[in-house]
């Protein structure tokens, strides 16, 4: 595919004896939103690291508008933006100062300069506050100073990795705002988080990523198809616990039903007709003597995708 | 930088097509480091005026031309001839008119017996006496034996050497007429030759075979012009010690990753890194030089050899100061290596103890430090030209590209994930 | 009290485990106080020359022979640069230049052979170190001016008669009678005249000790910005005795510093440091004031940055000013009255009236008493300033 703008090949890396990334392969179209999504220590930022050309990969390649990526090819880099999980910024300078100072290192000059610091202030909503302190600056607003400084040069492709972590909602709203704005620059985007309603929201396609491995790839609806047009059920179930386990077994012998997982009063259940198991599990659980105390019936999205494929939620209990 | 063709750009991209040179970049964060570092008032504090209040300190305590002895010797007669009254009163004539400048001044005072002239130094009247007990000129004018006292302080040895050689100078002069006198009565007697006592106190009074004339160096040197670079360059040093934490700091914020993920090499970020520190060391010195040159009228000698020097040592500093950098693994470490650095190299280079001789004199050509206080010393003091310091020129910028060199190869390998 | 302590031996272990505090407080000094005593051993007892000779004949190294013994301490030269500028630099009193040609001059029957005494405008020492070369050239030509003398005399330049002259001379020198000067000094030589560490020792030691005491200020914003000093101002101990017992922990890190450099100058380099009552007290007054100081600058400073950005230029500056890098007594009188606003000046007086005055601890009661004032009014001040920024 020539005319992808990221494509990441066979990416591998080792930190010793642990395998980060293993075998990542991913390409993004221009002016798509590629979503990276995955729990915390997935190999989000590993693999963002060595894309942005800041950790050398172990194996595999990365091309960006056909030309390779490793921490030497700085011309090629050109073409990136990076918007760190870190405020990368010098605090004791203000937005402006910081912006001028690394889009003049991306080869910016003079009107172009100025007009695009104003027209990334205004994209992220800082231009009245561009002249202060990033130490004054709130947690959500130094993201959004973090995010500007990474588009200032209008880069082919933008890399954010997990721009909403520990930013408050209202922030978080206008950040997401502020990405969904650039879809319609042009820019392709690779954005990483573990929220599922981010990716779901911003992104064209989705990767879906669980201990250093590329587990599946498409459009939202092509990864919820994957699960079939099967339906998430949720039961509250409480009893002796020998009667919910034998109950849960029974549950996995119900029609249509795909997995089964434990929760801890009750469990989870993907299925083709909801009605019909949730009907098999209140006679299944009459017969053990489990008391199903509520029922949630739920379209299938990501969330349930992730679960069937790896078996496990995508945010521990945060 | 690999990759020659230009990247093939989306069409919907527009802003930057290509990188800026290496060089450049290297320039703007030079740039940002130096604005940044500007705005710390304890770096101004530290380059800019510490060096030169330190300077006015040893200005004005070495003002009053210091290493004079400030002396009074006299001379106790108790011959009473004379010739011991024409010895005296021609050592007066010696003394200095202005009587501020210190120096050794000699006074003559009739005594009678020796306790009355240990007594004038037991009193304090005298620094040190030169007695003259009686019948002396007669025994040297005879050829006889004599000996003139000298009564000094324990407490001032090099007065009563003085007063010694004074002694030793009275003695020669007047056994000296007594030698000149016999031999010529005695080679008249050999030859038959007449001798004619008018030509005989001529030729006594002619000038001796060894004639020592006296030279006054003009000296415009100033012990500010030693002592502001010394101290100049030691804050610098220290200061200088602050780019490896804050490459550290940096490295830990992010910024540093920030900035290797653009289009810049890590080369551009450790030059960038060394050139504000050296632009800030310049600055420092020629701060300190312009401003005690100007403000205080020191004279530090030809200024084309003293801008060499500048620029070679501030080299050299920065060169130490980035294998700092690239050594330190941590902030904490940073901060050590620099307090140690900095009092090794001003104890070593001769900053606070600049002697003639001793170890230390030999230590100190082995640091860059060291090795400019010698070539301001021979500009100022030494009245060197710039091409004089050339070969010290040379040792200095050496330390500085070996140390920057070693520097720069472990920092970059530092960068490298 | 307890409290006190247990802060002072907790901030101590913490500074012991610190290898840089180790060297810069123990290891920097000692070299200092070595490598100075050792550059400058004792007071020097002769005044210094420089000579330059460019002859070499026979005569010229005769001559400079006659120098060494005329008093002078002979250093020398091989160029007359570097003479020049040892010179304008004072490390020797005035320079000599035996001129080529001057062992030809001084054996001719009428050449005159001019030395060349150089010496700095500025000095006032010319008369004196004059009369000791002119004393040594004259001893060198005895003989030779006896001769010249007779032939000038006779009025005759007939080299039998100058052979003759030289004949008589040499018997008149040999049957003239010496002339000798006998030499006697009152009173007893000043131990820091006699011993270079006895002025290295103390010196160093108020510098050190004050720097250290200063760099101590760095433990408070440290422990300020740990949030440590808040929670110590919310026990019971009060913020009064975390200031002493950080002050603590430094006064006797001072002490230990003051009593190896002590040790060493009094076992190693054999210094008399005279009454040991008015030593102790005149140390432990001083690191506590050291200490004092440090608090200070602790609860004023922001960052430990700028602890180290001050004390560094302000331990050296007070140092230099206060007489210990190099004696008061060679300042002006103005320059002396300045160094007393600092408290160095008043240790560096006490140090000299134990060491060379032989003074006990009444003989520094003035300078106890500064000392203690300062120190009291520095430590308020501290207290004072520290719960103000904590309170705010």
Redesign the interface.
Known sequence: MADL?LDCRDLVRRFDSLVAVDGVSFGIG??ETYGLLGPNGAGKTTTI?MV?????PSGGTVT?????I???????????G?V?Q????????SARENLT??A?????RGS?LAT?IDEVLDIVGLADRAGDKIDTYSGGMKRRANIA?GMV????LLILDEPTVGVDPQSRNAILESVDALST????VLYTTHYMEEAERLCDRIGIIDSGKLIAEGTREELVARLGDSTAVTFRADGPVEAVRGWRDDLSQLRTVSTVQPQEYGATVTCGHASEVVAGAFSAAEKRGVTIGGVDVTAPDLEAVFLSLTGKALRDGS | ???S????????????????P?LS?AL??AR?DLH?RL?DR??L??VF??PI??AV??G??????????DATIVIADADRTAVSGAVGAALTQ???TDGE????TFETVPVANPDEA?AL??SGAADAVIYIPAGYTA??SE?????????????S??V???A??????I??????Q???????V???E??G?P??SA??T???N??????????????T?NIMS?FAPG?AMI?LF?VMG?TARSVLTEQR???L??????????TAVVLGKAVAVYVLGLASMLTVYLVTTFAFGVDWGDPLGVVLVILAVVAAITGLSLIVTGLARNEEQA??MT??GT?LLA?LGGT??Y???????QARAFTPNGQALMAF??LS????NWQ?ILPRVGIILAIGVVSGAIGLISIRRGL?? | MSNVLTIGWFETKRYLGD??AL??TVV?PV??VV??G???GS?????SIGVLTEDPGPAASE?TQQLES???DV?DYTSQ??L??????????AGLTVPAGFSA??DSPD?????????????????????????A??????Q?????????????SDP??AD??NT??Q???A????????????????ES?RNGFASAVPTQLTLFVFLNGLLAGMTLVESRRLGVSKRMLATPTGIGPHILGIGLGRWWLGGIQAALLLAIGALLFGVDFGNWGAVAVLAVVWTALAAAVGMLIGSLARTA??V???S??LG??MG??GGS??PLS???P??RA?AHATPHAWANDAWIAIIDGGAGVGGIATELLVLSAVTVAMASLAVFFLRRTLSK
């Not at chain 3, 020049?84 to 009193?93: E, K, N, V, Y």
């Not at chain 3, 001016?145 to 009025?155: D, I, Y």
């Open positions: 703008v221009p002016g690291s942005a050309g800041l950790l050398e960006v508008l056909g030309q390779e490793t921490p030497r090819s700085t011309t090629a880099k050109g073409a990136i990076l760190p870190d405020i990368a910024l010098y605090p004791d300078l100072f690394f003049k290192l991306q080869g910016l172009e695009r400084v040069h209008q880069p082919t620059t042009g820019m392709a | 930088m690999t990759g063709a230009p990247p093939k750009l989306h069409p919907a991209a527009g802003g930057a097509t290509h990188s800026p290496m970049q703007l964060i940002l940044r705005r304890s770096i504090l530290q005026l510490a209040l330190l300190i040893v004005g305590a070495f003002s009053g031309g210091g290493g004079n002895l010696t003394n200095t400048s210190g120096g050794v240990s130094v037991d025994a040297v050829g006889e034996p004599a000996a003139l006292t000298v009564v000094g302080k324990a407490t040895p090099i009563t050497g003085v010694r050689s004074v002694a030793d100078g003695n020669t002069r007047l056994r000296a007594y030698i000149g006198t016999e031999t010529a005695r080679v008249s050999q030859t030759i001798l004619d030509q005989l001529e030729a006594l002619a000038e001796d075979v060894v004639v020592v004339a006296d030279s006054r160096l003009t000296n040197f030693f101290m804050f220290f602050t914020d992010g910024t990753g920030r900035v290797l993920a653009g289009p810049t090499p890590a901060q050590s307090i140690i009092l104890v606070f103890v002697s003639a001789s001793g170890p230390l004199s010393i021979d003091a030494g009245q060197a004089d490298q994930p | 290898k840089v060297f810069t920097m070299l200092l490598l100075i050792l550059s400058f007071t020097p007892d002769r005044l001559f005329a008093n002078l250093i640069d570097d020049a500028r040892d010179i304008r630099l004072g490390f020797i009193t001059a001084a050449g005159q052979a001019t030395v060349t005494m150089s010496i700095d405008q500025t000095s006032a020492n010319g008369g004196a170190i004059a009369s000791a070369i002119q004393s050239a004259a001893q060198f030509a005895e030779r001016n006896a001769v010249r003398v007779a032939t000038n005399a006779l009025g005759t039998a008669v003759a002259a008589s001379a018997q008149v020198i049957s003239t009678g010496e002339t000798t000067v006998d030499e006697t000094t009152l009173g007893a030589l000043n005249d940055d700028q180290v950005a001050i560094v230029p050296i500056g230099m000013l890098m190099w060679v300042v002006p103005f320059m300045i």
